[in-house]
C-alpha cells in the first residue's frame, strides 16, 4: 500500500478470523517499529510478545478482574463498567497475538517514544493486512509489579501501549475525523 492509503485505512479491530499471526509477522512489525524516531536516539523500547491465545486469554481475564475490582479510583468513564462488567466481554478480543510495547526507564520522553514506535508498528500492520488494536483498558493491570514477574519482565519497564494483533473477520468501516483545528502562528 501506499502510506497515505495505510493512514486512511488503519482501523481499530477488535473481530479476528481464525487465522493466526506468525512469529515472523510479529518480529517483521517489530523491525518497522524500532524505526520510530526517539528523543536523542535513546529508543528507550521493549517489546513483550506472545502469539499463543491459550496465554493471551488468561491474562485478559486478569487484566479484567483488576479493572473491575479498582473501577472506581481508575478515572475510567462510568458507562464502561456495563461494558466491562458482561461475562462476554474479554478485554483482548480473543485476539491470536499480544504484542506490549514497554518503556524501559522512566526517563523523560520514553513514554512518548514508546508510543511512536506503537504507530509504526500498528501502521506496518495494516500494511500487512493485520488488525490492531491498542487496549488501553490493560494498563493498569500490567503496571503492577506482579503483572510484570509474571510475564518475567523487568521491574523497571513501564508498560505505555498493549496492542493486540489478528486478521481482521472484517475491516471496519471509517468513523470519519474531525477537521482539524489549525492555528497559524507566526
Not at 518480529?27 to 536523542?40: D, F, G, R, W
Not at 466481554?89 to 520514553?110: C, E, K, M, N, W
Request: with cysteine; glycine share 6%; charged share 15%.
Amino acid at each position: 500500500m501506499q502510506l497515505m492509503e495505510v493512514l486512511r485505512s488503519r482501523r481499530a479491530v477488535r473481530n479476528f478470523s481464525s487465522q493466526p499471526v506468525t512469529q515472523s509477522a510479529v518480529e517483521e512489525l517489530i523491525q518497522a517499529a524500532v524505526l520510530a524516531p526517539s528523543a536523542m536516539n535513546r529508543q528507550p523500547w521493549a517489546f513483550a510478545v506472545s502469539v499463543d491465545p491459550t496465554f493471551i486469554q488468561p491474562m485478559a481475564a486478569q487484566a479484567k478482574s483488576f479493572v473491575l475490582e479498582h473501577f472506581s479510583g481508575s478515572g475510567l468513564e462510568p458507562e464502561l463498567r456495563g461494558m466491562i462488567e458482561n461475562p462476554d466481554y474479554q478485554i483482548f478480543h480473543h485476539a491470536p497475538a499480544l504484542i506490549l510495547v514497554f518503556a524501559t526507564s522512566g526517563a523523560a520522553q520514553d513514554a512518548e517514544d514508546c508510543c511512536l514506535a506503537a504507530q509504526n508498528l500498528m501502521l506496518a500492520a495494516r500494511d500487512k493486512g493485520i488488525g490492531s488494536c491498542w487496549i488501553g483498558l490493560a494498563r493498569p493491570w500490567l503496571s503492577q509489579p506482579e503483572a510484570l514477574e509474571k510475564l518475567n519482565l523487568p521491574p523497571n519497564y513501564r508498560i505505555v501501549a498493549p496492542i493486540i494483533l489478528g486478521y481482521p473477520a472484517e475491516w471496519p468501516e471509517s468513523h470519519g475525523r474531525k477537521e482539524p483545528v489549525i492555528h497559524w502562528i507566526g
